[in-house]
């Protein structure tokens, strides 16, 4: 199994809404990935998660609030959220963060903000 | 600090026509280069990857690329392209993080358009 699992695939909150992005890998991978990606623009990296420990953060607004409940899932809390927010959230896991590995991205949450 | 820089921003071909996307980087360490495949809709799918070893490295989908360290270059390239290979393609480099490999940095992305 090398799937890595984006629920929902497609997303419609308002500016006061509570959201959450949901992310599974069950490939034992131990580094967890959240990036935003603009329409025609690459992927730019958000948060990284080490051993269910947050490893780094890209200077992200806290209206986004990532979360790792165990090594196989990956949240990300949306709250007050900006219509500059929509774009195609990814997430991504790898073996080890401590490694040269490649990393395997899910089919992507598709956020829109009204 | 390491960067990835893709020359062009749209390539379009004809069906069964060869094609080179390029990439170019920048970096003071030793570098891990990928390029990724974006379809529509769609999240990434890697496509190939160079770590060590020899510099022409083969991928899926009949892609490869060749890693040439005195051009600082890592062109993918495959020799007749299909329909189906419409797509946009980003090159990555793995980025240190205090000693210890991070995370992926991105290039711009190359739109090839394949044209019957």
């Known amino acids: 199994d090398t799937e890595v699992t984006q629920t929902p695939k497609h997303l419609v909150m308002g500016m006061t809404n509570k959201k959450s992005l949901k992310c599974e890998q069950h490939m034992g991978h131990r580094a967890m990935y959240w990036y935003k990606q603009k329409a025609k623009k690459p992927p730019e990296l958000m948060f990284v998660?080490?051993?269910?420990?947050?490893?780094i953060n890209e200077s992200v607004p806290s209206r986004f609030s990532p979360e790792c409940p165990n090594s196989s899932l990956l949240n990300l809390h949306l709250h007050a959220l900006q219509p500059e927010d929509s774009a195609l959230y990814l997430c991504a896991s790898s073996q080890d963060i401590r490694l040269v590995a490649e990393a395997f991205f899910g089919q992507g949450t598709r956020l829109t903000v009204v | 600090a390491q960067s990835v820089t893709q020359l062009d921003s749209q390539v379009p071909v004809f069906e069964e026509a060869p094609v080179e996307l390029r990439c170019n980087y920048s970096?003071?360490?030793?570098?891990?280069l990928f390029w990724y495949v974006q379809y529509p809709n769609q999240g990434l799918q890697l496509l190939l990857k160079y770590l060590s070893g020899s510099t022409l490295v083969k991928g899926i989908n009949g892609f490869e690329a060749e890693f040439n360290k005195s051009q600082t270059s890592f062109h993918l390239r495959k020799p007749s392209v299909h329909i189906s290979d419409t797509a946009e393609y980003f090159c990555a480099v793995k980025r240190d993080y205090g000693g210890s490999q991070g995370n992926l940095i991105f290039g711009k992305g190359t739109k090839l358009s394949v044209k019957p």
């Open positions: 998660y080490s051993y269910e420990k947050l490893s």
């Open positions: 970096s003071s360490v030793s570098v891990y």
